[in-house]
C-alpha cells in the first residue's frame, strides 16, 4: 500500500539557518504530494503541494519539488525563523486509493534565536 | 467559512464510557476522514467515508464506529472507552480531485482514565 517515510526529529536550528526535512513515498498511481504544519496545540495546516513530476510547490519561503524518479519531495527553505517552529508533515493522495491520505510520522522543528 | 468544526475539543472519560465525537464541514466534500494522533507520534487512519452512506476502515479500526448519514457530518463513535484511546482526533475533510488537500479540524483531545 502507499506509505510516506519522513526524516525523523527533532530538529533544532539557530534562526537563519537553512532546513531540509527529507520525504519519500512508495505508491501505487500518480499520487498528490503535501506539506502539512502543525503549530502547538493547533490541527494541520496545508503549507505548500505538487500534484505532478517536476512540479515545485512553494509558500512562506518553503519550498518542496516532486521528483518522480527519487519517489521524494523534500522539504527545504532557505533562512528559518523563530515562527517556524512546529511539526512538519509530508503526505500523499492518491486516487488509486479512494483518495485516501498518508502521513508520514512529522518532523518537529525547534528554530532557536 | 467554518470549514471542519469538531466538538468537543477537551473530554475526560471514565474506563468503560461510551461518547461521540462530532465532525462537520460545510464545503461539500465527499471523502472524510478521522485520524488518532499520538504524543509525539504521526497520523493514524481511524475510519474514512467516500460518500453519505459509504464508510470504511482505515489503519486502527478497532474500538471505534462511525456512520456518514448526510454529505456533511461524520462522527466517530467510542465504545467502552480504554485507556489506549486518550489520543488527540482530528477529522478531516477533501474534496473529490485527487490533487486538492484536506481540510483539518481543530482537534478533539481525549483522555480516559
Known amino acids: 500500500g502507499d506509505s510516506v517515510t519522513q526524516m525523523e526529529g527533532p530538529v533544532t536550528l539557530s534562526e537563519e539557518a537553512f532546513l531540509t526535512i527529507n520525504c519519500t513515498y512508495t505508491?501505487?498511481?500518480?499520487?498528490?504530494l503535501f506539506w502539512y504544519v502543525q503549530y502547538p496545540g493547533e490541527g494541520l495546516q496545508l503549507l505548500l503541494k505538487?500534484?505532478?513530476?517536476?512540479d515545485k510547490g512553494s509558500n512562506k519561503g518553503f519550498e518542496a519539488t516532486y521528483r518522480k524518479e527519487t519517489t521524494s519531495f523534500h522539504l527545504e527553505k532557505g533562512s528559518v525563523q523563530v515562527s517556524d517552529s512546529a511539526v512538519y508533515f509530508c503526505a500523499l493522495s492518491d486516487l488509486e486509493n479512494n483518495n485516501d491520505m498518508r502521513f508520514g510520522a512529522g518532523t518537529r522543528l525547534t528554530v532557536k534565536p | 467559512n467554518a470549514g471542519v468544526t469538531q466538538t468537543p475539543k477537551f473530554r475526560i472519560l471514565k474506563i468503560g464510557q461510551s461518547m461521540t465525537l462530532q465532525c462537520t464541514q460545510d464545503m461539500n466534500h465527499n471523502y472524510m476522514y478521522w485520524y488518532r494522533q499520538d504524543p509525539g507520534m504521526g497520523l493514524k487512519l481511524i475510519y474514512y467515508?467516500?460518500?453519505?452512506?459509504?464508510?470504511d476502515k482505515g489503519e486502527v479500526p478497532n474500538g471505534y464506529n462511525v456512520s456518514r448519514s448526510t454529505t456533511e457530518d461524520f462522527p466517530l463513535r467510542l465504545e467502552l472507552a480504554a485507556p489506549s484511546q486518550t489520543s488527540v482526533y482530528f477529522c478531516a475533510s477533501k474534496g473529490q480531485v485527487t490533487n486538492t488537500e484536506a481540510f483539518f479540524g481543530q482537534g478533539t483531545r481525549l483522555t480516559v482514565v
Open positions: 505508491a501505487t498511481g500518480y499520487p498528490s
Open positions: 467515508s467516500v460518500g453519505a452512506g459509504i464508510t
Open positions: 505538487a500534484t505532478k513530476a517536476d
